[in-house]
């Protein structure tokens, strides 16, 4: 699976847009892009997924680049529950496609 | 939504002992399960992979007769972490794939092992 770069750390205001962003340069064809978040001492929680398109569902929009070697995850309006840990991984379909390397993610804080 | 149970949600034991760490999907079958564990303020590390009727795959590293893994149903696996030492103490999370080429993983809440 390839490997992805995010930023250790970010803060955001409460109501406002939270835009996570996420390198992965040497992402293959037939990976996806998941996103997952981890609230302190809960396990990760689905957010979102793509593989070349935008989407968008009802936690998040997740915009990935014409070239797919980086995406950016945005909650549109970040409250003080959504400060975690959020994770970017990459990943292909089939037999393997749930095992997921988890790197370092981003704590995102959300300040009042 | 896809909903995985794990219990015990937090376990204290002396060292020595066994402990057992149930993972089961509510409402969903799961073909495939994974074990990770986590160390505070540190990412999910994965443990192994299990399938239904299967023997669990194991990342390198991990001790397979210390850490038994078992996937008897389509709902249930288990994680048995045999004479538990302090080191053994950490935050095991188990995840589940709803069917062969689904992609979504769904996260139990964790369980958190103390070995004194």
């Known amino acids: 699976d390839a490997k992805t770069t995010q930023p250790p750390s970010m803060d955001c205001a409460e109501g406002r847009a939270a835009n996570l962003p996420c390198n992965h340069s040497t992402i293959s064809g037939n990976e996806y892009v998941y996103w997952y978040r981890q609230i302190h001492s809960q396990g990760p929680q689905y957010i979102i997924h793509?593989?070349?398109n935008n989407e968008t569902n009802e936690m998040a929009s997740l915009i990935i680049t014409e070239d797919r070697k980086s995406s950016t995850l945005i909650l549109p309006h970040a409250t003080l529950r959504d400060t975690a840990v959020y994770y970017c991984i990459v990943r292909v379909e089939g037999t393997n496609a749930g095992k997921s390397t988890f790197g370092d993610g981003t704590t995102l804080t959300v300040k009042p | 939504g896809a909903v995985v149970s794990q219990h015990p949600s937090r376990v204290i034991c002396k060292s020595g002992t066994s402990v057992k760490i149930e993972c089961r999907s509510l409402?969903?079958?799961?073909?495939?399960m994974f074990w990770y564990r986590q160390f505070p303020k540190k990412s999910l590390m994965l443990m192994a992979t299990s399938n239904e009727g299967s023997k669990a795959t194991y990342e390198q590293g991990v001790e397979k007769d210390k850490f038994l893994i078992n996937h008897a149903s389509l709902t249930l696996s288990t994680l048995t972490v045999t004479s538990a030492h302090p080191e053994d103490s950490s935050f095991y999370i188990c995840s589940a794939l709803p069917g062969p080429g689904r992609q979504t993983q769904y996260f139990g809440p964790g369980t958190r092992l103390l070995v004194l």
């Open positions: 409402d969903f079958q799961a073909t495939t």
């Open positions: 793509g593989l070349k």
